[in-house]
């Protein structure tokens, strides 16, 4: 499946983005994040709870592995870190078939490193490094559902 055109995508504008495609999302729904270190993707994950009006910061999983989030009408939300994976046999115990099955938003950063046991993703976002620290370069896997934003 292509990628859409690479996105330069200040802070703000990379929060506002996330607030859209949260306000947007219907669940069950399977979301990628990829990109090294510090690019914005958990950044992003807080942008997109907040327009789910899931309770609660959103805060890095990485030694959690996952977070549970609850949204007013009462949907899940799962923020999944698979960076501390050492290896995708590690993601069997994630449990990603029941959090699709419960019909939750999921939020899986670094998903490549879950292997075969990462579901299939509605949308996977790609995060860069961009020449300044609050900037993020961002490309977008096509996928079946769309958002509409401007900026």
Not at 39 to 66: D, E, M, N
Request: glycine content about 10%; charged content about 25%; some cysteine.
């Amino acid at each position: 499946m292509p990628y859409a055109p690479l996105m330069r995508l200040s802070a703000d504008a990379l929060n506002r983005f996330g607030e859209t495609l949260g306000r947007e999302l219907a669940a069950p729904a399977v979301i990628g994040l990829s990109g090294e270190l510090g690019t914005g993707k958990t950044t992003f994950v807080q942008a997109i709870c907040r327009g789910l009006g899931a309770q609660g910061l959103a805060t890095s999983p990485s030694y959690a592995l996952v977070h549970q989030y609850r949204t007013p009408d009462d949907r899940l939300v799962y923020h999944v870190d698979c960076y501390r994976l050492r290896s995708p046999a590690e993601a069997r115990d994630l449990a990603f078939d029941d959090m699709v099955r419960d019909g939750a938003v999921v939020l899986i950063e670094w998903p490549e490193r879950a292997g075969a046991w990462t579901p299939r993703l509605d949308r996977h976002f790609r995060h860069g490094p961009c020449g300044s620290n609050w900037d993020s370069l961002f490309r977008v896997r096509r996928s079946a559902f769309r958002v509409v934003w401007r900026g």
